[in-house]
Structure formats: structure tokens, C-alpha cells
């Protein structure tokens, strides 16, 4: 199975670091949007996409970028960090966009990341330390569950 996963990770790594341990399962590449050739999306049989969340959404970027791509007839997964402990309805935006294209969604993953962002550098950031071991092995789980289908 072909599988690219497409990752944008800001501030501090932790979404790449979740990606990184899917890909070491699944045998895949991870890029950056700008790095990923469309055309070659084509010859994927799964795409993951995946972020931090910002504002109860995936980050704008990788939204945006979504908007770019053509029709898929392809199964994809999303994923994400979040610096709140409760995962609400963050997968929601990307999930529709990604519906919209033709993709069929057929996983979700999501765990804590360490957060500076705006006034939580004030108090020194939220969840210090994550992702975590647990969190990364979690991943792992994750895609193995995906590899088997």
C-alpha cells in the first residue's frame, strides 16, 4: 500500500512527531504541502493529513491547501495535536473538505501537544512533554490498525 502523509507542523514539532511514527509503520513519506506534487497523489492508496489545531480547526494552511486538490477517489486519515486535554469536533473542517474532493475518510487520530501559542506562553504552555511515548506508540497503534484495513 502507497501511502503519503501530508503534515504541517509549527511552533514546536509535535504533529511531526506523530507523523514520523505513522510513517514508520505504513512505510511512508511525509511532507509539507508545498513539497507534495498532486499529480503523484494519484498514485497513492492512502493520504494522511494532519496539523495542529488552532482555533477548534486544523491549521489554516493545510486547509487552504486541501481547497487546491483535485477530485480523489482515495482513502485518506487526519490527525492532529491539540494543546487542550478534551478532543472536541477539531477534525471537522478538514474531514468536510476532504469529503468534498472524493476522498473517504477512513481514520482520525488526535493527542495532546505541547502549546505556546498566544496567551498560554504567559503561564509557560499546556501540556508540557506531550506527545509523549504513550502518545507516540499510540500512533503506531493507530496505523497499524490502518495498515490491516
Request: aromatic share 6%; hydrophobic share 40%; proline share 2%.
Amino acid at each position: 500500500m502507497k501511502t503519503l502523509i501530508v503534515c504541517v507542523s509549527q511552533h514546536h514539532g509535535n504533529t511531526k512527531k506523530i507523523a514520523d511514527a505513522m510513517a514508520a509503520v505504513l512505510d511512508a513519506e511525509v511532507r509539507r504541502p508545498d513539497d507534495v506534487n498532486v499529480e503523484a497523489l494519484a498514485e497513492c492508496d492512502l493520504i494522511g493529513f494532519g496539523s495542529g489545531i488552532a482555533f477548534g480547526k486544523h491549521y489554516q494552511r493545510l486547509l487552504s491547501w486541501v481547497e487546491t486538490l483535485p477530485g480523489l477517489d482515495k482513502k485518506a486519515f487526519v490527525f492532529s495535536t491539540r494543546g487542550a486535554s478534551r478532543q472536541g469536533s477539531h477534525h471537522r473542517a478538514l474531514k468536510g473538505k476532504l469529503e468534498e474532493k472524493g476522498l473517504t475518510v477512513v481514520g482520525e487520530f488526535s493527542c495532546q501537544g505541547f502549546d505556546t501559542y498566544g496567551l498560554m506562553k504567559l503561564v509557560g504552555g499546556i501540556a508540557r512533554g506531550r506527545p509523549n511515548e504513550q502518545d507516540l506508540r499510540n500512533a503506531e497503534e493507530f496505523a497499524k490498525a490502518l495498515e490491516k484495513g
